[in-house]
């Protein structure tokens, strides 16, 4: 199964978005992001399964929390930006 990182600017942001994810029925994580995710220093990141996008995102933004950008893991493992939802 495929996973999206939602980043966000700081683990307590992160932590604000599991919270929300969690009220509406989503199972969301917080992690560290990967190196090639974050532009440097420590970053955190939610991670959600690619079948909730869409909700997680519409949910966030009901809750007042911006999500910041948005990665997907692709089959190699590495992470690649994903330039819109689809």
Do not use: W
């Amino acid at each position: 199964m495929l996973h999206y990182l939602i980043m966000c600017r700081s683990l307590t942001y992160a932590q604000r978005a599991v919270r929300a994810l969690a009220h509406v029925g989503i199972s969301a994580f917080v992690m560290k992001a990967p190196a090639g995710a974050s532009s440097g220093g420590c970053a955190y990141c939610v991670r959600i399964s690619e079948n909730h996008l869409t909700d997680a995102l519409r949910s966030l933004k009901n809750a007042g929390l911006q999500p910041g950008r948005i990665f997907i893991q692709s089959d190699d493992g590495l992470y690649r930006e994903v330039s819109s939802v689809e």
